[in-house]
């Protein structure tokens, strides 16, 4: 899989911004990236500290431009047009107190167009990340909301699980919005998408408020997308399991055969995707951002330097 996106960046030049410059985790993955020659990488920090901590940690970032936000010339540039795109909410002394901050920082560099893509979170909080996103590179045309994918691995296999890492509690309008964005990310990583609007209820088998959430989100998401292949509501058997879908839903075009699933709200997701990584020994890559005018991606807190690295890929070639 990550194959694709390596040829993608060999093909077209692109630039990524890492946030947390000083992690050891991101130098291990800008050294493998710029020796590589997938991509030109901008390291955030104080440029002698930055220095000083790959050395201690034997990495190698002589190829990355390091930035320090403390001391950067065209900061005045910087100030006015975030000023400009905050249209009253932050004023001047605000903004600039806001660009001390590697992620305000590292965002504006994407949106003044320094930067392609941005990979943040290592020690950012996912808010922290993607709050500067929604203020500053902001949501596509038509898209209301920001939702995130898991991009769930086991050898050949792939599958996504949403919204496990930005919604709390979606409802039937946001739910219908992650279903299409999350088959168009499935499409990025090659999949004929497949949406299976979860719940604990398969066509009305059971009763409840998120179950008639599950149903008319299923409803939205057809009238957004007709050609979308989605279905719901679906418990998981039904989803995936082409023995259940016989007995419970014969005629669906996605139950048995689900690769893309949709959770009612973020407890299921977030629960969902570590039950399958843990003990399914799935790959869980992510979370994707999702409805962005630029790919702004949240690493977590507890990754390591190889899954740095496949987000940076992939993040770099979704720009």
């Not at 003044?112 to 500053?136: E, F, H, I, N």
């Not at 007709?226 to 279905?231: H, I, S």
């Not at 003990?279 to 740095?308: H, K």
Request: hydrophobic content about 40%.
């Amino acid at each position: 899989m990550l194959a694709k996106f390596e040829k993608k960046l060999r093909d077209k030049r692109r630039t990524i911004v890492f946030t947390e410059g000083n992690d050891f985790r991101i130098q291990e993955s800008a050294e493998r990236l710029t020796k590589a020659d997938l991509l030109d990488v901008i390291l955030l920090g104080n440029v002698e500290e930055v220095k000083a901590s790959a050395k201690k940690n034997n990495h190698d970032i002589s190829l990355c431009t390091i930035i320090d936000p403390l001391d950067y010339a065209e900061i005045d540039a910087m100030t006015e047009q975030m000023v400009a795109l905050r249209k009253g909410k932050m004023t001047e002394e605000q903004v600039r107190k806001a660009l001390e901050g590697a992620n305000y920082f590292g965002t504006m560099l994407v949106k003044m167009g320094k930067a392609d893509c941005l990979l943040g979170g290592a020690t950012y909080s996912t808010a922290d990340t993607v709050r500067p996103a929604l203020q500053l590179i902001k949501t596509k045309p038509g898209n209301k909301i920001v939702s995130s994918s898991f991009v769930m691995v086991k050898g050949d296999e792939i599958k996504l699980f949403s919204d496990c890492s930005i919604n709390i509690y979606p409802n039937e309008d946001e739910l219908a919005e992650i279903a299409v964005e999350s088959a168009k990310t499935a499409e990025v990583f090659g999949l004929d998408p497949k949406v299976a609007m979860l719940s604990y209820s398969t066509y009305g088998s059971g009763k409840g408020d998120t179950v008639t959430k599950m149903a008319n989100a299923t409803a939205k998401a057809k009238a957004m997308a007709p050609d979308l292949k989605v279905d719901g509501e679906l418990q998981f058997d039904a989803a995936v399991s082409g023995d259940v879908a016989k007995i419970k839903c014969p005629n669906s075009q996605v139950a048995g055969k689900a690769n893309v699933f949709v959770f009612p709200d973020i407890n299921a997701g977030n629960i969902g995707y570590k039950i399958a990584a843990r003990l399914g020994d799935y790959e869980a890559i992510g979370p994707i951002l999702q409805g962005l005018n630029a790919p702004i991606n949240d690493l977590s807190r507890g990754c390591n330097a190889e899954e740095v690295y496949k987000m940076s890929v992939i993040t770099a070639a979704l720009s």
